[in-house]
């Protein structure tokens, strides 16, 4: 998938879960249907205007557009909701928490070692 593309609907579909913070049903389907128009395996764009249609009380869809995300998240799971830039960001993050983790479970040891519980 061309990087442009991925931008692209990454914006539609941020831009429909800010209108579905509004309240605002129909611009939000608007924009996820864009997202998917951009990107026509963006999941998670799938899965909120499933979410949208419900809200609207527009089961048929609704379950249509549920199913279809559901099949599109098994089969593209890897894609990820998030530019590079972010998963770099987090793949960090995780990092840090799992060092910072480590060390306070070694000072918590040897705290209880020089307390002798341990």
Known sequence: MKRGLFVGGMIYY???NL???GGDLNWAEYAYKRAIEVDPHHA???HNLALVYK???KISLYMKTYKESQRMA???RRQSARLPLEEKHQA???LNVLL?????????ILILFL???W
Do not use: E, K, P, T
């Open 100 to 108: 910072w983790g480590l060390a306070a479970g070694g000072v918590i």
């Open 74 to 76: 098994y089969l593209h």
């Open 19 to 21: 209108y579905i913070d």
């Open 115 to 117: 307390l002798g519980y």
């Open 44 to 46: 998670n764009a799938m």
């Open 14 to 16: 941020r831009l429909g």
């Open 55 to 57: 809200q609207q009380r």
């Open 92 to 94: 960090r993050l995780s």
